[in-house]
């Protein structure tokens, strides 16, 4: 037993970090009667002796209120003593008289006014304040504070007239937690910039109890800034907070493409030589030196259209990591590392209480060019219909964050009028020197059936291949050093060639665009533009009028030219009769022809021709444009 006068025992709360109720005003559930309140959670001191906590007094009714009587119930298996002592809002109050009484698990608590004011009525706010002590059995969790508890008590209020009235306790919560500690984690692509999407997850467990399962708290990924974090409350004087990442579970990011093997295949006849990271990268295979097989491994992976390395090698993943002092020594590296001595990390798996964040480092086993995870970042192009959505083609857009040059494949609006179609996609380089380039299409099994692929002159004399899956087929190709060939103008590169079983019954199917990729002359990753046509196929036996004007006409885009698609003029039209000439004769505002451009068109079907303005003087043109069925004449302007 403990009784104190709450006069002498008014002193301030020791190292609180939190208030705890101290300042707030907590409102009745009712105003039937004037009440003692417990707020709804309350911040545990970390590591310290105490925690002080604030019991509110409010009285919504006209009576004036000059005593109360309650009981509380707190966790005396965690708190070793509880001591109570005048709040803030009774303080100022000379002529007053508290006591307490603890026994078990609960504390008696009364406070009178003593003085002769006849209007006096006890503010609202925070009537006490209770001070905990942690015991040996504290460990930073705690059950809450409570209003009703096994035994009873009469809680009753006194009003100015000597009368008692009902009490009201009314618990908000009454809940403990640790004060909240943030933990954050930022990862970085191999090349320095955020990586973006990579999953963390957290979780605790006593220290006192090292064998028991560890208690998941939350997962999250990492934002485009590389960052994340986790803020839970915890006390790591009694808890670990360990911190995990399952990087082998992780897809490539869109890091892994053509231009991989093409600088692989470069490195290995010595036209190319890696450096630091890019060895760690390069070694698919491990055997502590970069050869023609790693070159071969990033080829065939992109052949069997395979999203890990399992089908080529037992235990490699597609994402390792490293900490800062190993990725500074990865940086600086001149050869393989000894994966023996330097075996390969897939996970992170650490417990951080003595840490106060960490950063560790990511790459992409393959990925030679070092492109980053995510770090491609797929943007669908603007639909062309937004009517009907997903009755068109999304063209991708793949923007590199580390990579500022752009290329585009351009695809034509396909109409078929026969059992067979074909997708012509025509190379805008930009002023770039493509040396490789992939590109899938998935498009409806029960309209289209591959047949093959057609290549350009260009890309004709790559190493190359094809894969083809059930409604997907994709292609990718580099440049063979030994029979070089660089696409460097805007010219239709390869066809792809499709059988119709289906020509009846529908009017539009679409076809979609994935793995789109491009590399240049030194094997660097290049920015992929979309295409500007929405790419659907069109049945010409129910054709909508827009589209029947443009099967009789010509598209021509854009207008202005301007330096920002390098000076081209790009005109679109379909064409009936194969081996016929396309010409366009391009005069300036005063009838003189400035530039001439004529080509041979081989196939039926949209066809898409490149005109380079460039070197014209800004000014207003006219453009005539012949076919053997079709004339037109069209004004534009270049600046």
């Given at each position: 037993m403990k009784k104190l006068l709450f006069l002498l025992l008014g002193i301030l709360s020791i190292g609180a970090v939190a208030q705890n109720g101290k300042t707030e005003i907590l409102l009745a559930p009712n105003s039937n009667s004037p009440y003692i309140l417990v707020d709804t959670l309350f911040t545990l001191e970390d590591t310290s002796i105490t925690t002080d906590i604030y019991i509110h007094f409010a009285n919504p009714t006209a009576s004036a209120v000059k005593a109360v009587q309650f009981r509380l119930f707190y966790d005396n298996t965690k708190f070793s003593n509880i001591q109570v002592f005048w709040g803030p809002t009774a303080l100022s109050t000379p002529d007053k008289y508290g006591s307490y009484f603890k026994s078990g698990d609960y504390v008696n608590i009364i406070g009178t006014y003593t003085g002769n004011n006849q209007n006096f009525d006890w503010s609202d706010g925070a009537m006490f304040k209770v001070r905990l002590t942690h015991g040996s059995t504290y460990q930073g969790v705690v059950n809450s504070m409570a209003t009703t508890g096994t035994t009873s008590y009469s809680n009753l209020a006194t009003t100015g007239n000597g009368t008692d009235v009902t009490l009201g306790l009314f618990n908000y919560g009454g809940a403990f937690q640790m004060q909240p500690i943030t933990f954050p984690i930022r990862v970085k692509n191999a090349d320095g910039t955020p990586a973006q999407g990579v999953w963390f997850?957290?979780?605790?467990?006593?220290?006192?109890?090292?064998?028991?399962?560890?208690?998941?708290?939350?997962?999250?990924?990492t934002n485009a800034l590389g960052l994340v974090s986790f803020t839970h409350p915890l006390d790591t004087a009694f808890?670990?907070?360990?911190?995990?990442?399952?990087?082998?579970?992780?897809?490539?990011?869109?890091?892994?493409?053509?231009?991989?093997?093409?600088?692989?295949a470069n490195h290995?006849?010595?036209?190319?030589?890696?450096?630091?990271?890019?060895?760690?990268?390069?070694?698919?295979?491990?055997?502590?030196?970069?050869?023609?097989?790693?070159?071969?491994?990033?080829?065939?992976?992109?052949?069997?259209?395979?999203?890990?390395?399992?089908?080529?090698?037992?235990?490699?993943n597609n994402v390792s990591v490293l900490w800062p002092s190993e990725y500074t020594t990865a940086t600086s590296a001149t050869a393989a590392p000894n994966w023996t001595t330097s075996p390969r990390r897939y996970q992170i798996d650490t417990i951080v209480n003595s840490l106060d964040s960490i950063n560790p480092y990511i790459y992409v086993v393959g990925d030679a060019t070092t492109t980053g995870y995510n770090n491609p970042a797929v943007i669908m192009a603007r639909i062309?219909?937004?009517?009907?959505?997903?009755?068109?083609?999304?063209?991708?857009?793949?923007?590199?964050?580390?990579?500022?040059?752009?290329?585009?494949?351009?695809i034509p609006k396909l109409v078929i009028a026969n059992n067979q179609m074909e997708v012509p996609v025509t190379m805008f380089t930009f002023g770039n020197k493509i040396g490789a380039a992939q590109m899938g299409i998935e498009f409806d099994t029960t309209i289209f059936e591959f047949s093959s692929i057609k290549v350009g002159d260009d890309v004709s004399k790559w190493t190359s291949l094809i894969s083809v899956e059930k409604g997907r087929v994709f292609f990718a190709g580099h440049e063979d050093k030994m029979n070089p060939s660089l696409v460097e103008t805007m010219t239709n590169q390869f066809t792809f060639v499709f059988n119709v079983i289906n020509p009846l019954g529908w009017q539009t199917s679409p076809l979609r665009i994935f793995d789109k990729s491009a590399g240049n002359e030194k094997a660097e990753d290049l920015s992929v533009k979309p295409s500007p046509n929405d790419g659907s196929v069109v049945n010409r036996n129910s054709m909508n009028p827009d589209l029947a004007e443009l099967m009789t006409g010509f598209k021509v885009y854009p207008n202005p030219v301007t330096d920002l698609t390098d000076g081209w003029l790009v005109i679109e039209h379909f064409n009936e009769y194969r081996n016929s000439d396309f010409t366009g004769v391009i005069y300036n505002i005063s009838g003189q022809v400035s530039q001439v451009y004529q080509t041979k068109i081989t196939d039926i079907g949209f066809q898409l021709h490149g005109i380079n303005v460039k070197d014209l003087p800004n000014g207003v043109y006219f453009v005539k444009l012949v076919t053997a069925d079709r004339e037109k004449v069209v004004k534009i302007v270049k600046y």
């Open positions: 997850s957290a979780s605790k467990r006593l220290k006192s109890t090292p064998q028991s399962t560890w208690q998941p708290i939350t997962s999250d990924s808890w670990n907070l360990k911190i995990t990442a399952q990087t082998d579970t992780m897809s490539d990011g869109g890091a892994i493409s053509i231009t991989d093997a093409y600088k692989l290995t006849s010595m036209q190319d030589t890696l450096s630091g990271i890019e060895w760690y990268e390069g070694d698919v295979n491990q055997s502590q030196t970069v050869t023609i097989s790693d070159a071969f491994a990033v080829f065939n992976r992109l052949a069997l259209q395979s999203t890990d390395w399992d089908g080529l090698f037992t235990g490699v062309a219909n937004p009517g009907n959505g997903t009755e068109y083609i999304l063209d991708p857009a793949v923007y590199m964050v580390n990579r500022d040059d752009t290329v585009q494949f351009r």
